[in-house]
């Protein structure tokens, strides 16, 4: 069964389900949070979202080949970009539940929505 935010999302550019950053601060429990972005990056001025795991996009689909298939993702990077190709790759890997949240952290911070990590800024 589809998880709710799963559920929810609606077709991006490319085809690829995406959810805003509303969203997934209401709705992630139960998925797997993935930021694609760079290590330096991700304690950066945007900071990430609690409980999302550090996966850069160039280590996604080796990453991903121990991981359930079936389990709920959601995918993050900075604006939206590198998070929308991670989670083409990852449908075509046969990832059942994967979504990207539109706007990346950028719409997440101007959303004024809680983050961890920050080492500069606000």
Excluded at 65 to 91: E, F, H, I, N, Y
């Amino acid at each position: 069964m589809a998880h709710t935010l799963i559920a929810e999302a609606v077709p991006g550019p490319g085809g690829i389900l995406e959810v805003t950053p509303q969203q997934v601060n209401a709705g992630a429990k139960g998925m797997r949070l993935i930021d694609v972005r760079e290590v330096n990056e991700f304690s950066a001025e945007l900071g990430h979202i609690a409980g999302a795991e550090l996966v850069p996009l160039g280590t996604i689909e080796h990453a991903a080949k121990d991981w359930d298939k079936k389990q709920p993702l959601v995918m993050v990077c900075r604006s939206g970009g590198r998070s929308g190709k991670a989670t083409q790759a990852l449908r075509a890997m046969g990832f059942e539940e994967v979504v990207n949240m539109r706007g990346g952290m950028l719409a997440y911070n101007q959303a004024e929505l809680p983050v961890e990590g920050r080492n500069s800024g606000r």
